[in-house]
C-alpha cells in the first residue's frame, strides 16, 4: 500500500470520497484514480456507494472503505512478535528456542494429510501458506519443485529473524511429506517466499 495508491487509501480513512475528490486531493489523474480504486475494490478494500440526487455532470459514486481495510491499518504487531521472539531466545537458549519453533510448527502445519495424491497434498499446502498470508505459485524443474511468492507476510521481520522462513518450510515439509528448504529473498526491499523440495519418484 505504498505510493499513490497508499494515498488513495489513506484519503478514504478519512471520509468517502468521490473520484473528483480525489483527483484534486491527490493531484493524480482521474484514470490514475479509477485504476487505483478498481484494484482496492476488486481486492475487497474498497466499495462504491450510489449517490443520491446527483446532478449531471457530477460523480455518480462515493468511495468508501470496507472492514477488510482494517486489516491494513498499521499496527505494533511487528514490533511485539520481534520483541518476543528475541526475549523467548535469551530466556531459553538455541535449544529451547529451536523447540518452541518446532512447535508452532506443530500447530501451522495441523494433521498432516497420509491420504491423496501429491499434487492434492500440494493443493491443500497451498491453501495452509494461503490462510498465512503467504500465497505461492508452484514451479517443476525435473524434480525440483519450487514454490514461490510474490512477496512475504511476515517481510519486514525475516531480515533480522530468518528462522521465521525456517517455520513455513517446516509446515509445507509436514503437509506434503517431503523434506522442504526456504530459498527466500530477504535481502530485496519487498523480500518474496521461496521453498524448495526436491521430490525423486515422490510426484
Given at each position: 500500500?505504498?505510493?499513490?495508491?497508499?494515498?488513495?487509501?489513506?484519503?478514504?480513512?478519512?471520509?468517502?470520497?468521490?473520484?473528483?475528490?480525489?483527483?484534486?486531493?491527490?493531484?493524480?489523474?482521474?484514470?490514475?484514480?479509477?485504476?487505483?480504486?478498481?484494484?482496492?475494490?476488486?481486492?475487497?478494500?474498497?466499495?462504491?456507494?450510489?449517490?443520491?440526487?446527483?446532478?449531471?455532470?457530477?460523480?455518480?459514486?462515493?468511495?468508501?472503505?470496507?472492514?477488510?481495510?482494517?486489516?491494513l491499518t498499521p499496527k505494533a504487531y511487528d514490533a511485539m512478535l520481534g520483541v518476543v521472539l528475541d526475549a523467548a531466545r535469551d530466556r531459553t537458549g538455541p535449544?529451547?528456542?529451536?523447540?518452541?519453533?518446532?512447535?508452532?510448527?506443530?500447530?501451522?502445519?495441523?494433521?498432516?494429510?497420509?491420504?491423496?495424491?501429491?499434487?492434492?497434498?500440494?493443493?491443500?499446502?497451498?491453501?495452509?501458506?494461503?490462510?498465512?498470508?503467504?500465497?505461492?505459485?508452484?514451479?517443476?524443474?525435473?524434480?525440483?519443485?519450487?514454490?514461490?511468492?510474490?512477496?512475504?507476510?511476515l517481510a519486514s521481520m525475516v531480515a533480522k529473524h530468518p528462522e521465521l522462513c525456517g517455520v513455513l518450510a517446516g509446515v509445507i515439509a509436514r503437509r506434503l511429506?517431503?523434506?522442504?528448504?526456504?530459498?527466500?529473498?530477504?535481502?530485496?526491499?519487498?523480500?518474496?517466499?521461496?521453498?524448495?523440495?526436491?521430490?525423486?519418484?515422490?510426484?
Amino acid at each position: 500500500m505504498a505510493g499513490s495508491r497508499g494515498r488513495v487509501l489513506a484519503e478514504l480513512r478519512r471520509a468517502p470520497a468521490t473520484i473528483n475528490d480525489l483527483t484534486a486531493r491527490l493531484a493524480l489523474s482521474a484514470n490514475a484514480v479509477r485504476s487505483h480504486l478498481a484494484a482496492l475494490e476488486r481486492d475487497g478494500i474498497v466499495v462504491p456507494e450510489p449517490r443520491q440526487g446527483v446532478g449531471v455532470g457530477k460523480p455518480a459514486h462515493l468511495y468508501r472503505l470496507t472492514a477488510e481495510a482494517q486489516a491494513l491499518t498499521p499496527k505494533a504487531y511487528d514490533a511485539m512478535l520481534g520483541v518476543v521472539l528475541d526475549a523467548a531466545r535469551d530466556r531459553t537458549g538455541p535449544d529451547g528456542y529451536a523447540a518452541i519453533l518446532r512447535g508452532a510448527v506443530d500447530r501451522l502445519a495441523g494433521e498432516p494429510r497420509t491420504s491423496g495424491s501429491f499434487d492434492e497434498r500440494l493443493t491443500d499446502t497451498r491453501a495452509v501458506l494461503a490462510a498465512v498470508g503467504a500465497n505461492v505459485e508452484v514451479e517443476r524443474d525435473g524434480n525440483t519443485l519450487r514454490l514461490r511468492g510474490a512477496d512475504c507476510p511476515l517481510a519486514s521481520m525475516v531480515a533480522k529473524h530468518p528462522e521465521l522462513c525456517g517455520v513455513l518450510a517446516g509446515v509445507i515439509a509436514r503437509r506434503l511429506g517431503v523434506a522442504v528448504n526456504d530459498c527466500c529473498d530477504r535481502g530485496a526491499t519487498l523480500p518474496r517466499c521461496c521453498f524448495e523440495a526436491t521430490l525423486d519418484a515422490v510426484a
